[in-house]
Every structure is written in C-alpha cells, then in structure tokens.
C-alpha cells in the first residue's frame, strides 16, 4: 500500500483540526512513520473564504506531527465522501489506499472507494468518544442511502481536474 486517503472533518475557525480531525491524522501520521504508506492524501473542503481542511490537516501533518511536506498531498475538493474517493482515483490514478477515518464513517468511505475503482483497507480513527458522536452515527445512516443514489441511479458532479503524479516509488 503507497498511499493513505484521510477524510476530511471540522476545522476550528483558526484553522486548526477539530478533535475527530486530530484522531484521523495522529492515526495518518502513524502509519506513515511505521512505512505502510509513501504519500497521505488529506481531502475536504474550502469551498468559503475563511474555511479550509485541507490546508489545516497538511499544517497540523507537516508542523505538529513532522510529517515531510513533499509526502503530503492536499486535495482541496473533496467537498464529501463521494468526491474524495473519485478524485483519488481520477486524478491520482490511485488503485490501492489506506482510508482513515472514524469508525462510524469508514463502512460508507470503504464502500464508495471500493466502488469507484480504489482497493480500499480501511484503519478506524476512533481515539475517543466525540461530543456530537450520536448526530454523526444518525449523519452515516442517511448518507449511505445518499451513497447508493450517487453510484447507481444520480451521478453527482464533481470538481475535476488536471491528472497529478504523485512519484510513488
């Protein structure tokens, strides 16, 4: 496996990860020091002037954790489940991932990844309980039915782009 996709989540109004974020990026940042992957993938959105995961999740990666910054990689639309996984695999061209993502949300990212063409393993992030846990539980029981609306009756738009290597060795 050479690459890790984390998803995004919350961002403070500074910018920095909220706790569900932080949990997904120790777990990115472990797996890279323990060489199972080469490059992490961090996507979500930025879609509003003073609002960006990305950008948040690739500093906390590079400046908190020592990740080095040309193992990072920021996908700056990956607006939800659905558009991370179809970027990764139409601009990346990636196969084989390791997703990280909370345990109440990886069974929906293993399956849309899987589904748009990305072997997909996936690592809970699950650190901690969460203040709005049960909302996100109630959240992924809706959006998996949203899920199987965008793969096999309504195909979403998303935001394309130019192909990207990402010098995997």
């Given at each position: 496996m050479q690459v890790a996709i984390v998803f995004g989540s919350a961002v403070k109004p500074d910018g920095t990860?909220?706790?569900?974020?932080?949990?997904?990026?120790?777990?990115?940042?472990?797996?890279?020091?323990?060489?199972?992957v080469q490059k992490i993938i961090v996507s979500g959105d930025n879609r509003f002037e003073h609002y960006n995961e990305p950008e948040g999740m690739y500093n906390y990666l590079v400046?908190?954790?020592?990740?080095?910054?040309d193992d990072v990689i920021a996908d700056f639309a990956g607006r939800r489940t659905y558009d991370t996984c179809r970027r990764a695999h139409d601009l990346w061209d990636i196969e084989k991932a390791i997703l990280i993502t909370q345990g109440f949300h990886l069974p929906r990212a293993l399956f849309l990844c899987n589904q748009l063409g990305i072997e997909s393993y996936g690592i809970s992030a699950t650190l901690q309980p969460y203040v709005m846990q049960d909302y996100y539980k109630f959240r992924e029981i809706l959006a998996i039915y949203k899920s199987i609306i965008d793969l096999y009756i309504w195909e979403p738009s998303f935001v394309g782009g130019e192909k990207e290597d990402l010098n995997l060795q």
């Open positions: 990860p909220s706790d569900v974020l932080k949990d997904r990026l120790k777990i990115a940042a472990d797996v890279y020091t323990q060489g199972k400046d908190t954790l020592a990740i080095p910054e």
